[in-house]
């Protein structure tokens, strides 16, 4: 399949065209072509033998030159076999005696082949994942064409089957026009035998007839031919259909050649792997090697200790024999010198003589048996020299075993400290990197969503109000609202559509939710009019888990990444509070005391402002909370504490301004680095007019108090987007809350909600001139709250 050439995988040519443009024919990389790029060995070129792996100590390398290039390029230009691995893995180093520089360059060299053969196999690994990266896309694409192409050949099909019926039915026409002329000619003939006083008449019309007839049938060998013509192109089609499914066929076994292949690189990948736990058993071994050569080392200097002893008592007795023997010979001179002395002196009987013989014999027996007894005492003493020898070579061995065992566990253990550090510096990084972004794309931003039609919206017969530019530019970014047959366009960060899910705009955001792990301030808050979908885009419906709001989703963020960042030493506390903004009052949704009322008692909710750009509120209820199951328990209690009511525009609307707070310490215990970030989640309450709610009596108050509250938050996006000496932020509590989100050094986001519905496009227009005056405030840049000083057991809380 590989060899085949660009013709064989070119699909057919269409009958009905000229230059090869049919079904098929399209541009673009032939398939082969693909799977020649794609299928290119790692390594396939410039490979040099295992055994230039040898010769790599016979390399001087020039003063000053890098060591780590040049094992690099020697990686790069070298491969192994399973069989080159296998004998390097169990290569054991000769070891000379007392030779330990040559000993030192031969263990050198094996720990460079080794390192040589372990970044070849990183590489490889690499290599593998690229190669099969690059299949699975080959293959994606190729499914992908062979789908499109049997979509053309079934569309093609459908075109000419219709064309086939309307022919037949056109060849019907004819046979019945013909039908209708041959009964026109009978009844001629039989009208001409029954008026034979008309003859000149008749054979006019005769000959009229005769005409007709001729033209009849030259219609009918035109419509035969036509007829034929189109049996032949049916033909043809049927045969470009064969020849389309002979090329489906085709893909499909190139399609099966690829699957193959991936399962070669699968089971080739597998293999590696199986090798890598074979080095990694080999390691344990080394491990266990090194514990058994230290208890044999202990015991060998044990045995040599007691040889010496052994050896020293030996000496000490072969000592005393060699002074017994010279003690005994010195007495065998003496009693000769007396024999000899009486012999010539005095001439004692021959019975002293033998007397004094016997004695000397016996001398001479205990001499010899004195002899015998150091001959074995210096056999004894030769053996433990040479055992001792052995204890000391094997000592030496075991000795230089373990140095070199003890090095490369603090090559690894180095290692090991350089990849944690370089992965301290990478998150570093990352972080750092994360939120460059975010202050390039602004401090304010503005999210639009735009909320589908709801069944209680009524039948809408209208154009719709509400389209989506279609240009690159805007793409994705831009709204148009239409009133009363003008255009008003609108350009923000991000426009969500009617059909943009909970999953699609949290994926928007949530780099933001990160920055507050990364110790910033971060405010997220939806602004709209009554019944546009703020309280579901930031609560949703939690029984629905695709359905979930910003605010679950956020928090199951946090804690995911807060766990996960564990094995980097960071280690996190979370407290959580909730408070409603209702008639210009702060009411404390997590009071224990909020059902019976006295909620209020006692209490003063101020709110307070430190020289940091902190914010707090007094006698707040701030609980600690360390997993999503308390949370989502939390904003629970809070959903049934909120201010809620009934109006025209919506049938349960959200009658105070919701504010969740997350605050987050975070400790790293390596770095001893301490961050402290804080979360804003706020659900405003919804604008509306009063001749559209309809509010009376409480539900009037509470609509006058939100206005006014939104009214002052105005006010306050005006004078910043003006660069005005004042700004207003203490006209309304919730605008004071908010001071450090609008005006100080946070990250803050604004999702403005539209409804889609013609009769609220009044209320949509001002909240989008609104929003786009949101979106050119610049405020100030964000602070990241971080320390290296150890932690403090108090929290700070922005």
């Known amino acids: ?117 372990i970044k070849w196999f990183q590489k490889r690994d690499e290599a593998h994942l690229d190669e099969q990266g690059k299949l699975r896309a080959a293959l994606d694409s190729s499914e992908k064409k062979c789908a499109d192409m049997e979509v053309e050949m079934k569309d093609k099909e459908e075109k000419c089957n219709a064309i086939i019926s309307e022919l037949r039915g056109e060849n019907s026409s004819l046979q019945e026009k013909l039908t209708n002329e041959e009964s026109e000619k009978m009844d001629a003939i039989d009208c001409h035998r029954r008026e034979k006083e008309a003859r000149i008449t008749l054979e006019t019309l005769q000959a009229s007839l005769s005409k007709e007839l001729e033209k009849a049938q030259q219609d009918i060998l035109a419509a035969n031919q036509r007829a034929t013509s ?14 389309l499914q002979q090329y489906n066929g085709k893909l499909h076994g190139e399609l099966e050649t690829a699957r193959e292949m991936l399962k070669r690189v699968e089971k080739e990948k597998a293999t590696i792997v199986e090798n890598l736990s074979t080095l990694r058993g080999h390691y344990n071994s080394l491990q266990d090697q090194l514990t058994s050569s230290r208890a044999s080392q202990d015991e060998a200097m044990n045995q040599k200790e007691s040889l010496l002893n052994e050896v020293k008592c030996l000496r000490g007795e072969l000592q005393q024999v060699r002074d017994d023997r010279d003690r005994q010979i010195a007495q065998v001179q003496a009693f000769s010198a007396e024999v000899m002395k009486y012999k010539e002196s005095t001439g004692k009987s021959f019975a002293e003589i033998d007397n004094l013989m016997a004695k000397s014999k016996s001398l001479e027996d205990t001499c010899s048996a004195q002899r015998e007894r150091m001959h074995l005492l210096e056999h004894q003493l030769t053996a433990a020299n040479e055992k001792l020898k052995i204890s000391n070579l094997t000592a030496s061995e075991t000795r230089t075993e373990f140095e070199e065992q003890r090095r490369i566990i603090q090559e690894l253990q180095e290692r090991l400290a350089d990849a944690e550090h370089q992965l301290i510096e990478g998150e570093k990084l990352r972080k750092r990197l994360h939120n460059t972004i975010l202050e390039l794309k602004g401090n304010i931003r503005v999210f639009c969503r735009v909320r589908p039609l709801l069944p209680d919206d009524g039948v809408v017969t209208e154009a719709p109000v509400i389209s989506y530019p279609a240009s690159l530019e805007t793409l994705g970014r831009g709204i148009d609202l239409i009133q009363s047959g003008q255009k008003y366009p609108f350009t923000f960060d991000k426009v969500f559509s009617h059909d943009a899910c909970q999953q699609d705009v949290f994926v928007e955001i949530s780099q933001l939710v990160q920055s507050a792990l990364d110790g910033y301030k971060v405010c997220i808050f939806a602004y709209g009019q009554t019944g546009s979908g703020k309280t579901y ?55 224990t005391n909020r059902s019976s009322g006295t909620e209020n ?47 025209q525009m919506n049938e349960q609307s959200s009658r105070s301004h919701f504010v969740f707070t997350l605050r987050i310490s975070g400790v790293n215990e390596n770095t001893e680095q301490q961050v402290q970030g804080v979360l804003n989640l706020i659900d405003l309450a919804g604008s509306e007019r009063l001749s559209r709610s309809g509010a009376t009596g409480d539900r009037l108050k509470e609509t006058q108090a939100i206005n006014k509250s939104l009214s002052c938050l105005s006010d306050v996006i005006f004078a910043l987007a003006k660069k005005e000496d004042h700004v207003p932020f203490r006209n309304s509590k919730l605008t004071y809350l908010l001071q450090p989100c609008l005006g100080g050094d946070s990250k803050t986001l604004m999702f403005v909600n539209i409804s889609p519905d013609p009769t609220s496009v009044g209320e949509s227009l001002c909240s989008l001139r609104f929003a786009a005056r949101v979106n050119a405030c610049e405020i100030g840049i964000p602070r990241r709250q971080t320390t290296v000083r150890p932690v403090d057991s108090r929290l700070s809380y922005g």
């Open 230 to 243: 189109l049996d032949d192109m049916y033909k043809r089609l049927q045969e470009y259909n064969l020849s």
């Open 537 to 591: 885009t930031m609560m949703g419906k939690t029984e629905a888990p695709e359905q979930k709001g910003l605010i679950p989703r956020s928090l199951e963020q946090i804690f995911q990444i807060s766990q996960s960042l564990l094995a980097q030493g960071w280690k996190y506390k979370m407290q959580a509070s909730m408070l409603e903004i209702y008639n210009e009052n702060i009411r404390d949704l997590l009071s």
């Open 1 to 117: 399949m590989m060899m085949s050439s660009r013709n064989q995988n070119r699909p057919p040519r269409s009958p009905s065209t000229k230059d090869g443009g049919g079904a098929g024919g399209g541009g673009g990389v032939p398939l082969d072509k693909r799977r020649r790029i794609g299928a290119g060995r790692i390594g396939a070129t410039d490979r040099k033998p295992f055994g230039s792996v040898n010769k790599r100590q016979d390399v001087t390398a020039a003063p000053g030159s890098d060591t780590g290039s040049t094992e690099a390029s020697e990686c790069e230009s070298i491969e192994f076999s399973k069989e080159e691995v296998d004998a390097l893995v169990n290569e054991r180093p000769k070891m000379k005696k007392f030779d330990h520089k040559g000993n030192m360059e031969v263990v050198n060299e094996l720990n460079n082949r080794l390192k040589v053969c």
């Open 601 to 647: 008692a006692g209490k003063q909710y101020t709110i307070k402002h430190d020289a940091n750009g902190n914010t707090h509120v007094t006698d707040l209820t701030i609980i600690d909370v360390s997993s999503i199951q308390e949370i989502s328990s939390l904003l629970r209690q809070a959903a049934q504490s909120r201010s809620v009511g009934k109006t």
